[in-house]
């Protein structure tokens, strides 16, 4: 880690830097066109159709870059995706622009920008309308404007990050963390326990809480639905080590391989300022990692929970990657990018063409046949003379409304709260008989029973993955219930 401090102001991106951004964005906006939408995506599609500020889930920025990106591209997966793909190139410009601000070279940042595409959740999954595609860019710009609080105009930027930050809550509850990081980063740095004296970090905590008030006064008004659910799984349970070992052997893979053994090189280094700085992001990052090496003593961290600090790792691999290597390291250095990128592109190919399906275990399987699915869906219903099609999970309901092809009321009979924001949606007429319809494993008839006075199965249906694959689902015509489904919903097993 050799390379000299240079001035932020005396570079920006490259021309060859763009193109190559620009090419990567271009083939990342193809592949949002055509891949189908996921069930979390057709989930948060509906949400983006009723704008507030909160749901059951999750805070909510996700909806909102979906209700823009429609109104700019169409209800289409393109549009949901739309401005997702769009913050992935402004991610990667943000990690440029931090690598410079931290005095990393040129050749530091550019790698910075690369490597942040080359990690395999950004590279094959920064399309994904996610609640995490919107908290990665608010993350980053937080990184961004706290790097220029050391320099002219510091009030002016501590007022930015913690705009930065608002909305970073506003995306994901996990943004929550930047708090403490950035209190950790400045008790670390030289002069850093001199700024907490002053009155601009506390300006910068008051401006993010004000932003992050108008979900706390939603979650306020609905119950603390999404406070209840989300931090809810950070109560401890039963101790499980094979959860640990899961998460660092997950995201060593995840960040890619080549990356993550720059950015291990770079833990103890935080100290360092030789030819840059690398306190920042390591050290913001220190309590969202404690956190998830806690959690995962006692239950599974998901593959995707630590993606907002993706871009800041691979700023500090991509430091400890410059100047001279060894000759192993120049290899590593060398495979990093098309590694992850040229395996990010396979992914997304087979995502968008059933013709490369696996026979056995393929997840993406989950994307097939959701159009014909529909369609033979409401041919059933037309048949069965129902006059509502109810679903016993949000994946499949919100899968069959992305279609449209249903025409009558689709609702899910299990967790109504998560429909809240749907106040204004057609009412199924539960006076008339109905379709049930989801995953065989999920539909009971003896279960049904306790909603209904008249449960009859009417056959299976299958969703077509292509290659052998087919998911098998149970339809089922209910009439006479027996509880307010829609209000208070089933309460349905099997």
Known sequence: MTATATPAARFRPGLSLLLILGAITALRLLA???????????YYRLWALHPAFGYYDHPPMVAWWIHAGMALAGD?????????????????????????????????AGRAAVWCNATLLIGAGGLLAIPDAASTPFWTLTLCCLARTRGPGAPGWWVAAGAAAGLACLSKYSALFLAPGAVLWLLLQPGGLASLKKPW??????????????????????????????????????????????????QFLLLNPFV??????ALPRWRSRDGGDLSLPLLTTAPFAAYLLLHALHD????????????????????????????GWRVVRALAAP????????????????????????????????????????????????????????????????????????????E?????????????????????????????????????????????????????????????LVSGPRVDAIGQGCRVGG
């Open 416 to 476: 109504r709260d998560r429909y809240a924001m749907d106040h204004d949606a057609p009412r199924p007429d539960l006076a008339r008989p109905g379709l049930v319809v989801d995953l065989e494993r999920r539909v009971s008839p003896a279960a049904l029973s306790a909603c209904f006075t008249f449960v009859r199965p009417i056959g299976p249906a299958l969703r077509d993955g292509g290659r052998s694959h087919e998911s098998r689902y149970q339809m089922a």
């Open 300 to 327: 599974r961290v998901q593959a995707h929970w630590p993606v907002p600090v993706y871009p800041a790792l691979a700023l500090a691999a991509a430091a400890m990657a410059s100047g001279p290597q060894g000759g």
């Open 339 to 414: 590694f992850g990128l040229g395996l990010a592109a396979l992914g997304l190919a087979h995502a968008a063409l059933p013709q490369t399906d696996l026979k056995k275990g393929d997840p993406a399987v989950q994307l097939r046949d959701w159009p014909g699915f529909a369609a033979r869906i409401e041919a059933s219903r037309r048949a069965a003379g129902a006059a509502w099609v109810g679903t016993l999970s949000y994946g499949v309901t919100s899968q069959l409304l992305a279609q449209r092809a249903i025409q009558a009321p689709v609702v899910e009979l299990i």
């Open 260 to 265: 993550a053994v720059f950015a291990l090189r």
């Open 32 to 42: 949002a066109a055509f891949i189908p939408l996921t069930e979390d995506e057709a």
């Open 201 to 250: 970090p506390w300006l910068a905590a008051l401006v993010a809480a004000a932003i992050f008030s108008l979900n706390l006064a939603w979650n306020a008004e609905h119950h603390w639905v999404s406070f209840a659910k989300q931090f809810g799984r950070a109560a401890p349970g039963r101790f499980d080590p094979r959860f640990e070992l899961e998460l660092m052997a997950g």
């Open 76 to 108: 289409t997966p393109l549009g949901v995706r739309l401005i997702p793909c769009l913050s992935c190139l402004a991610t990667s410009l943000m990690a440029f622009d931090l690598a410079a601000q931290l005095s990393w070279d040129e050749a530091t």
